[in-house]
């Protein structure tokens, strides 16, 4: 069979990976294009990892999303390194190159600027500082994006600080870091508040993080999508805020993977986001 008639062959790589979102929504865009190929979940062991990742192109597998415990991992696997996968110190996109090597990239900060654009088009970055709560994966993502895109100033608290000061000093000094018991105070004259933790997440504590900061003018973000609408998102359109939800990253960052993978850049609307949630 020749190369060009093979099926593609995509898929989300971890463990677990049950409960990935990622499956649903590349089977929509796929049907929606009627576009040739599969997109499937793939639950692998960190034992695994490395021989999975050798093995997949030779069953035509032209890419994988990755997730947890490995976006960290396939870097060292990978053959060409984007300089924000680099700096993020994690991959989410992997493309199988037609030379035979393997190039990591990360899509998280461009899919959550993306989703910010999209829902609130009225942010602007140079409007003032970022609060940002974590200090995870998801927020070294959120603060890279957020530093390119202009933001003159981060505020960032995380329940264990020591992940606050590395990240202050990996990303410099518009990077300001508070103590997780000062994450209110943090808040006052904010332009944008992003919570990256999972508080506040079906099954998950509430994030219970004092809101008195917020003016109507604050822009709030949870990148939470299950459920759609966190309390945090509640309460800060109570006060009067633009809020911004967890979904439409999801979308965003998927788009650029789909679009090597398959040879058609997705739309991401809400056709893309009703997909996703009738699951």
Known sequence: ??????????GVIGSPVAHSLSPVLHAHWLARYGLPGHYVPLDVTQADLAEA?????RLGFVGLNVTIPHKETVLKLADIVTD??????????LIYRQDGKLHADNTDGYGFIANLRQQAPHWHPATGPAAVLGAGGA?????????EAGVPEIRIANR?????????????????????????AMLEGAATLVNTTALGMTGKPELRVPLDGLTRDTIVCDLVYAPLQTGLLEE???????????????????????????????????LARRALLKG
């Open 1 to 10: 069979m020749a190369e060009q008639d093979r099926i593609p062959l995509a």
């Open 53 to 57: 990742i050798r093995f997949l192109p």
């Open 84 to 93: 924000r996968a680099s700096l993020i110190g994690a991959a989410n996109t």
């Open 139 to 147: 927020a070294r993502a959120v603060l890279a994006a957020l530093l």
């Open 160 to 184: 264990t600080r020591a992940r606050s000061d590395l990240m202050r000093i990996e990303f410099g000094a518009r990077v300001t870091v508070y103590d997780w018991v000062e994450a209110g």
């Open 236 to 270: 800060a359109a109570a006060r009067g805020c633009s809020t911004v939800d967890g979904l439409g990253m999801l979308v965003h960052q998927a788009a650029p993977g789909f679009e090597r993978w398959f040879g058609h850049r997705p739309d991401v609307d809400d």
